[in-house]
């Protein structure tokens, strides 16, 4: 493993250079104000139609149409969504300067080939792991969220040390910049999502609620158990991995953990893993959500749909609306 921290970074490489940060929602807002407030010269590119543009101007940013935005460039980071960074690419190629870098905070659409980049311009990620309400916050309280970087393209020879640069800019090289590819950073960040983190997570969850309701149980005794307090056990486990997470529950909790944990993730769930791994790996699922934005994305919107219906949610939001602390 290579990490770099502050130590390891010259952002002097970055100094008076213009840094273009397309797109203004999450993760946008807090790379352009953190590196606004480490003193890099920050453009934002908006749609004028678009609600973010009052927004990142009452945040003190200079915000431009994204052709306008590019131009002069040194960076030019793309934080829209993944489905509309190849279109956006295209609007904007021939205005950005020859020997900018194009950067990301994911590679899906380099590493699936949806963008191919000008053979002049160094390509990069910086992807930090977390979201971005948690890169600003942390940023402000002197800290940083970890950052995984990686060079795609370096025409100017110089690509990871600018890359780093932006890095420090936003706070990731406080915390650790890990060297990656392209290619780890999107094959594991899909499976992730995929497997634990949204759809192993969720489908876990709602599993155990429908189990407990159709056996009789209550459904607002069914919600606290498996939705509710699954975040106290999150906040042990990433505070403190495993380890932690044994010495704070109870001994029958860490009993039943250990002898039913495998009856439910077993050899069916583990090869259901390397199904869907196998499927990010070799872009099967890349060009099914390709295909599915192509055509309006009638699935995604059908089974977004049934989780929003589900009584899960029902039950969950009339639970949570009695929790004040939740408005916090």
């Given amino acids: 493993m290579q990490m770099y921290s502050e130590a390891d970074v010259d952002i002097s490489c970055l100094a008076n250079r213009q840094v273009t940060v397309l797109g203004y929602g999450s993760q946008g807002r807090a790379h352009a104000l953190n590196l606004k407030d480490s003193g890099f010269n920050v ?7 678009g609600a973010s543009w009052a927004i990142a101007e009452a945040d003190g940013l200079t915000v431009q149409e994204p052709s306008d935005a590019v131009k002069g460039a040194a960076v030019v980071m793309f934080l829209t969504p993944d489905m509309v960074q190849k279109s956006l690419y295209q609007s904007v190629e021939g205005d950005i300067d020859q020997g900018a870098m194009l950067m990301f905070a994911h590679g899906l659409a380099i590493h699936y080939k949806q963008i191919e980049p000008r053979a002049d311009l160094d390509v990069s990620l910086i992807a930090p792991k977390g979201p971005g309400g948690l890169v600003r ?5 002197g800290h940083g969220v970890p950052c995984l970087v990686a060079v795609h393209q370096d025409a100017s020879g110089n690509a990871l040390n600018i890359a ?8 990731g ?5 890990i060297k990656t590819t392209f290619a780890e950073e999107t094959e594991t960040d899909l499976f992730g999502e995929q497997a634990v983190l949204c759809g192993g997570a969720t489908e876990l969850i709602v599993a155990g609620f429908e189990t407990l309701v159709e056996a009789g149980y209550q459904p607002e005794v069914a919600y606290y158990e498996v939705m509710h307090e699954l975040k106290l056990i999150v906040d042990l486990l990433h505070e403190g991995g495993l380890r932690k997470m ?12 250990m002898i039913s944990g495998p009856r439910v993730v077993g050899d069916t769930s583990r090869a259901a893993m390397k199904a869907i791994l196998t499927d990010i790996q070799d872009g099967t699922f890349a060009r099914t959500w390709i295909a599915e934005n192509e055509n309006g994305m009638p699935e ?11 009584p899960i949610e029902k039950v969950g939001a009339d639970l949570r609306g009695r929790m004040d602390w939740l408005e916090e």
């Fill in 43 to 49: 453009v934002v590119g908006l749609r004028p139609s």
């Fill in 246 to 257: 044994h010495k704070f529950i109870s001994d029958t909790a860490a009993w039943g953990d």
């Fill in 300 to 310: 995604f919107k059908r089974l977004m749909q049934a989780d929003l219906v589900h």
């Fill in 173 to 177: 090289a406080r915390a650790g910049v």
């Fill in 164 to 171: 780093l640069a932006y890095a420090a800019g936003i706070g």
């Fill in 137 to 141: 916050r942390q940023y402000e309280e």
